[in-house]
Nanobody, 124 residues
Framework: QVELVESGGGLVQTGGSLRLSCAASGHTFSNRGMGWFRQAPGKEREFIATINYDSERTGYADSVKGRFTISRDNTKSMVYLQMNNLKPEDTALYYC?????????????????WGQGTQVTVSS
């Protein structure tokens, strides 16, 4: 069992930066791939970034590649999403999720634990 709590969201201007954090509890965290997803009002949840259990592999959606960076610290049971050069279209509720397996994945149905989300709003 893994419980996830996101933090770090807020209101930022276009071009600004935010760092999201995800605190995980549960003894299986270090064995799981992790991911970030987001959902904007009226839209489906979309994949943003993923990292495998040992940080050797990461993956990003094309819309955030080069601007967002996912990382993890297994000693602290934390996952991070550094977001730079934010745009109004990045406005959404951002979720942290734990994968069923070791590896990173773009597919939401590969994740079985989800946080409650943290709101990111980018003003133009």
């Amino acid at each position: 069992q893994v419980e996830l709590v996101e933090s770090g969201g807020g209101l930022v201007q276009t071009g600004g930066s935010l760092r999201l954090s995800c605190a995980a509890s549960g003894h299986t965290f270090s064995n799981r791939g992790m991911g970030w997803f987001r959902q904007a009002p009226g839209k489906e949840r979309e994949f943003i970034a993923t990292i495998n259990y040992d940080s050797e592999r990461t993956g990003y959606a094309d819309s955030v590649k080069g601007r967002f960076t996912i990382s993890r610290d297994n000693t602290k049971s934390m996952v991070y999403l550094q977001m730079n050069n934010l745009k109004p279209e990045d406005t959404a509720l951002y979720y942290c999720a734990a994968s069923l397996w070791h590896f990173a994945s773009l597919q939401s149905d590969h994740y079985d634990h989800w946080g409650q989300g943290t709101q990111v709003t980018v003003s133009s």
